[in-house]
Each structure stands twice: as structure tokens, then as C-alpha cells.
């Protein structure tokens, strides 16, 4: 069962540089403080300017990336439904803004599952701050940052069959 509707959360800085929050973190993101948007409603469909759903064969399907913005076509199923491509698109996003210094904000509707879950593979699969052997052990590390955390549990399903496939591609990551 979903958990019952409550006031989004106010953002909170689950790392130094890196705030994660629900619908009162959302607006438009600078060259200093990029914002990644993680939902569907309202944020991917008003960038997108579309109210029902985009073909699934639109460019801009899965996210929709400018400068500052980054927006997810994400909703938080009890199933999963996510695709491994925009993780991929989120970490080509965030890796190279967080190493310019710049702050980021990820939020969603509740802040609760899925843009603590995008901070949870930044940390973990960029900077290298948690432990990385599987979604289980970087969730156990992240919840002692994050204690707000509460993943869906089709996001988690979702990161736990895909975790290994779910790596930074930016240039230092691929380096090291
Ligand atoms: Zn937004
Ligand atoms: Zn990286």
C-alpha cells in the first residue's frame, strides 16, 4: 500500500554539496546549483508540455536535459518500471557539475524514494563514499546519512537486480 499523502519535506544535505528534498525544493536550476527534477508530475510534464503521457518512442521520453536542469520521466511504482538508461543520464548529468563544485538539488514529489535513491547512486558510484557491493550495503551506508530514506519497492527491486549494471561512465570513473 502507498504510505498516506503528507507535506512534502523540506530539503535536506545528505552530503556536502548535494540536497535532497520533495516538490518544495523544485525550481529552475543555475549554473551554481543545478537541479535535478525526478518526477513525472509535475516537473518532466511541464518541461516536456505534455499532460497524459509522451510516446515511448519520443527523444525525450526517459529525461530531457538543458544546462541546469535535469528532468526524469520517473513515477515510483510498486512495480518496477524503471530503465537502466536514466540512471545513466542522471550520473552523466550530476558527476561532472558535483566536480565543478557545484551544489546540486535532487528532488521528487515526497523526497522519500526516488531522488534520495539518485543520491544514493551518486555517492556510492561517483564519489565513492559508500559502499559499493550491492544496493543492500550502499543502502545500509546511505540510510546513516539519509535517515529519511524510504525507497518504493519497486525502486528497490529495481536497484537491487541492476546495481551492477548501474556504473558512472564520466571520464575520472572510468580511469580509476
Ligand atoms: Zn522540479
Ligand atoms: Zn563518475
Not at 26 to 39: D, F, L, Q, S
Not at 65 to 79: E, K, Q, V
Request: with cysteine; net charge positive.
Amino acid at each position: 500500500m502507498p504510505d498516506p499523502p503528507h507535506p512534502p519535506s523540506a530539503p535536506r544535505e545528505v552530503h556536502p554539496g548535494i540536497f535532497v528534498g520533495g516538490l518544495t525544493a523544485c525550481r529552475p536550476g543555475t549554473a551554481r546549483h543545478p537541479v535535478i527534477h525526478a518526477c513525472k508530475s509535475p516537473c518532466h510534464q511541464r518541461a516536456l508540455g505534455y499532460t497524459r503521457s509522451l510516446p515511448a518512442d519520443h527523444p525525450h521520453y526517459l529525461a530531457r536535459a538543458d544546462a541546469n536542469d535535469l528532468w526524469l520521466n520517473f513515477i515510483d511504482p510498486p512495480l518496477p518500471l524503471f530503465q537502466p538508461n536514466s540512471f545513466a543520464q542522471f550520473l552523466a548529468f550530476a558527476a561532472p557539475r558535483i566536480d565543478d563544485g557545484a551544489v546540486l538539488t535532487l528532488h521528487c514529489n515526497q523526497g522519500e524514494s526516488r531522488s534520495p535513491s539518485l543520491a544514493l547512486l551518486l555517492l556510492a558510484r561517483h564519489l565513492r563514499v559508500l559502499q559499493d557491493s550491492s544496493f543492500a550495503a550502499a543502502r545500509a551506508a546511505y540510510e546513516r546519512l539519509d535517515p529519511a530514506y524510504r525507497p518504493g519497492s519497486g525502486i528497490a527491486q529495481f536497484l537491487s537486480e541492476q546495481w551492477s549494471s548501474l556504473q558512472c561512465t564520466c571520464t575520472r570513473c572510468q580511469s580509476s
